[in-house]
């Protein structure tokens, strides 16, 4: 099997066989570098299979070498996302150990990796400039300014990657900063329009909530409950853990009934005591008020064994201050209490929900994700 025809689908359950093919072809590669050294494609093509077989090193390399001598729109913009993901590569100094080491004349050098935003965007501010006809670049430009939360400027690069190519990403982050500048209804277009192309390439559930959630904000309650049932389908079927997101859409629309009916599900050993006070409030509006007081009293009581347990075992405190962490747990403790407090008030907790950022890969070339690789 050659590494060009791997099915990438199955290659998890497949590693030493697909590390194996990737070295197999990266080796091959680089002896046709040797005769084609300013070949930008053949590098591009072999960082990604070093890639592939994990050699990140070497991959950076290529793409740094690829983006100097060919700076094509493809070579650059390779570069800039790796820098975008990875970060750069930086030579450290020897270890004091090493130094002092009997092996004097190993050429070997340590390495590490440091964020490299600031290079990736100087990069694409440069390949912008080349009016390049497809969506990546565009892509990533839009993603980078979200991060940064300017979410106008991001909204300029998503319009132009929707007007070449509209992506589950680019819709999606779309809907998400116009969602974050609080215009709902153009929101929730682009979220429906986001879940619409989910394929193989990207099964995430984050559109179709988010979809959910603004029909739900909007009081478009009978929309937004089919999409919450849609959703714990798709859900437990995929093996997506949703269950608590989904059952924040009930929330918005004053379902109590379906809210606790997931909530209820909830192993609550594993979550933060922040998702208790909605949870009580909707028990409390349904006249559950002791199954209130017995999951308080649950909750608390773990928490004060946690303290015991901690307290009482040095070796538990090596990597944390065990009076900071008494602290902080009692305070969780006295925040269950409050919000009990307040729910018997009638006070009704605010649930803030924050959609992600989509992304995928963008590497020109990507033999995994079938991504094109244009002659620039």
């Known amino acids: ?45 072999l960082a990604i299979s070093l890639m592939e077989a994990n050699r990140y090193e070497e991959a950076f390399f290529h793409f740094e070498e690829a983006a100097k001598s ?8 390779n570069l800039a996302f790796f820098y ?15 130094k002092k080491s009997e092996n004097k004349n190993s050429k070997e050098e340590e390495y590490s990796w440091e964020i490299a935003d600031d290079e990736a965007f100087e990069l694409l501010e440069k390949i912008i400039k080349l ?5 990546f670049p565009y892509n990533l430009m839009a993603e980078m300014y979200m991060k940064k939360e300017e979410y106008e400027e ?19 982050n779309l809907g998400m900063c116009y969602y974050k500048k609080g215009m709902l209804e153009t929101a929730v277009d682009y979220f429906g329009k986001a879940h619409a192309l989910r394929t193989e390439r990207n099964l995430t559930l984050w559109p179709m909530l988010c979809y959910g959630v603004c029909l739900a904000k909007l009081g478009r309650k009978e929309e937004a409950k089919a999409v919450a049932k849609e959703m714990l389908m798709l859900s437990i079927k995929e093996e997506q853990e949703f269950q ?24 609550w050993v594993f979550y933060s ?104």
């Not at 060919?70 to 913009?77: A, H, K, M, V």
């Not at 975008?84 to 150990?97: N, R």
């Not at 308080?296 to 040095?314: F, G, Q, R, S, T």
């Open 70 to 77: 060919d700076p094509n729109i493809q070579s650059l913009f």
């Open 273 to 376: 005591v922040e998702y208790l006070p909605p949870y009580f409030y909707s028990l409390w509006k349904l006249g559950h008020t002791e199954e209130i007081e017995k999951l308080a009293a649950k909750v608390i009581a773990n928490k004060e064994k946690e303290i015991e347990e901690v307290l009482n075992d040095p070796e538990e405190c090596d990597d944390f201050d065990p009076v900071e962490y008494e602290a902080e747990t009692r305070a969780e403790i006295a925040f269950v209490r409050k919000a009990i407090k307040d729910v018997y008030a009638g006070i009704r907790p605010t649930v803030r929900f924050e959609p992600y950022l989509e992304t995928t890969c963008y590497f020109y070339g990507c033999f995994r994700h079938n991504n094109p690789n244009p002659n620039y």
């Open 131 to 135: 009016n390049p006809q497809h969506y």
């Open 1 to 45: 099997m050659n590494f060009e025809e791997i099915d990438f689908t199955e290659y998890e359950t497949k590693y030493e066989e697909h590390i194996k093919l990737a070295n197999d072809y990266a080796n091959k590669l680089e002896n046709k570098i040797i005769t084609e050294p300013n070949n930008s494609k053949l590098r591009n093509n």
């Open 154 to 172: 991001a909204i300029t690069f998503l319009e132009r990657a929707v007007g070449h190519t509209p992506s589950l990403e680019n819709l999606h």
């Open 244 to 267: 608590s997101d989904i059952a924040e859409i009930y929330y918005f629309i004053d379902d109590y009934k379906e809210f606790v009916n997931e909530y209820s599900k909830l192993d």
């Open 84 to 98: 975008s993901t990875e970060g750069k590569l930086i030579t450290a100094e020897p270890a004091v150990e090493e």
